[in-house]
């Protein structure tokens, strides 16, 4: 069975960086695909960023682009998101999922696309 756990979160100002970990442990050799989401209080989850685990290709929202960079340590089975300027409508739980299925799927950026998600990592940006 597959565990994805994520660290990194906590409070920062605006303007300030954090970066997000999500170690994925157990059967992660067929690994396609991780991706970062988000939900704040009252809204629905949202694609935040993924990465193609083979050739490594980024993927973004527009909100975050330029100011957030996804990352991979292939042989960890590790993936990581930095977070700089941080703005305060930036504040959400936060978690990883994983795609461990092979053939034809659906894009990154889509909750479809996983099949395993870590428990979440809030960060709080204060004003």
Partial sequence: QVQLVES???????????????AASGRTSSTS?????????????EFVAGIAWSGGTQYYADGVRG????????????????????????????SCAADFR??????????RRYDSWGQGTQVTVSS
Avoid: N
């Avoid at 920062?12 to 970066?19: D, K, M, N």
């Avoid at 695909?33 to 629905?44: H, I, L, N, S, V």
């Avoid at 960079?69 to 409508?89: D, H, I, N, W």
């Fill in 102 to 111: 092979s053939g034809s799927r659906p894009p990154i950026a889509t909750m």
């Fill in 67 to 94: 100011r957030f960079t996804v990352s991979r340590e292939y042989a960890k089975g590790t993936v990581y998101l930095q977070m700089e300027s941080l703005k305060p409508e930036d504040t959400a739980v936060y």
């Fill in 8 to 22: 990194g979160g906590g409070l920062v100002q605006a303007g300030g960086s954090l970066r997000l970990s999500c």
């Fill in 33 to 45: 695909a991780m991706g970062w989401f988000r939900q704040a209080p009252g809204k629905e989850r």
